[in-house]
């Protein structure tokens, strides 16, 4: 299941994709447009900054604005940002791997082989989607709906 905190972060990182040649918005703002928690937001907000995706401004006509192109901030860098593992399972993990403490034979365990699958199919979208997709997306929603 996608965490609150990774479903605000798209959001926000959507709003300001929609934003981006504009001033910079401020997280009431934005947490207003998105109905998101304001102090969930600025940390959220935080850890993107600091990953990269965003820059900040203080003072008069502050906020946030992206730091890169949409079409460059893909689903997969948002989730690992904001959650860590994309494998629901740790023996299935590529970059947050542990053995399962229960497992005895890792090379013949059914459910990691399901769930390294799992992660597979999961990580071909969400490496290939760009919060400019969902942008794009959402546009195709409005304009067909």
């Known amino acids: 299941m996608l ?3 990774t479903k605000y972060a798209i959001k926000a990182l959507v709003i300001l994709g929609k934003n981006k040649d504009k ?16 102090k969930f937001l600025e940390q959220i907000l935080l850890d993107l900054r600091n990953a990269g995706f965003l820059y900040s401004k203080k003072g008069a006509g502050g906020g946030y604005s992206l730091n890169k192109d949409p079409k460059d901030i893909f689903l997969v860098n948002v989730m690992r940002i904001t959650d860590g593992p994309i494998a629901m399972v740790p023996c299935a993990s ?5 053995k399962c403490d229960e497992c005895p034979q890792e090379t013949t365990c059914g459910i990691r082989d399901v769930f390294i699958e799992v992660r597979d199919a999961s990580l071909k979208i969400l490496t290939e989607t760009s919060i400019a997709d969902i942008i794009a997306r959402e546009n195709t929603l409005i304009f067909n709906g």
């Not at 001033?23 to 304001?38: H, L, T, V």
Request: net charge positive; glycine share 0%; charged share 25%.
């Open 23 to 38: 001033p910079p918005m401020q997280i009431s703002k934005i947490a207003e447009s998105e109905s998101i928690p304001k």
């Open 94 to 98: 590529l970059n947050f791997y542990h």
């Open 3 to 5: 965490s609150k905190k």
